[in-house]
């Protein structure tokens, strides 16, 4: 599997160039009022020839690209979700609200490393995200209840 699903991920010109197509994209589907962006995972944050493939691709892409920030991949990256968040103002309309804990695979919404105050801060002042997607893919808890018990957790950090 390619870093970040995409062909040509495993260089900063296959970035650039992904970037170029997504912007066409972006351009055709316009008249249509519809949008295209892109999601990240963890690999998209590790530095290839010392640039960072995420900076890359939306450094070069249209405005009209949206940023789908998943919050667990960046800082599984190695990357500060707020950062990316301000990074491009405007263009995460949606995030992946998904925890990381490097000690506690199952951890739910608030209880591992990510700081989702400030991340919720910047998604609201910032980033123009205008849906959280609640995503638990531990599969530590039977049908939904992963879900519920993040969605509880976000409601109370986000009240």
Not at 28 to 52: C, T
Not at 53 to 73: C, M, T
Not at 115 to 141: D, F, M
Not at 151 to 156: A, C, D, E, G, R
């Amino acid at each position: 599997m390619v870093p970040g699903g995409l062909p040509g991920t495993k260089s900063i010109e296959g970035w650039a160039k992904n970037a170029e197509t997504f912007s066409e994209i972006a351009e055709k589907l316009k008249p249509h009022h519809m949008r295209v962006g892109y999601h990240n995972h963890s690999a998209e944050f590790k530095a290839i020839d010392g640039e960072i493939p995420e900076d890359v691709f939306f450094s070069k892409a249209s405005p009209d690209v949206f940023v789908q920030l998943d919050i667990g991949h960046c800082i599984h990256g190695g990357a500060d979700p707020v950062a990316y968040l301000k990074k491009f103002p405007g263009r995460v309309l949606n995030v992946h609200v998904k925890e990381y804990s490097p000690t506690k695979r199952d951890a739910l919404i608030g209880e591992g490393e990510i700081k989702w105050p400030q991340v919720l801060e910047a998604c609201e002042t910032v980033a123009g995200t205008e849906w959280y997607i609640i995503e638990e893919e531990s599969n530590a808890y039977k049908g939904l209840e992963g879900i519920e018990r993040s969605f509880q957790n976000l409601k109370k950090l986000l009240a």
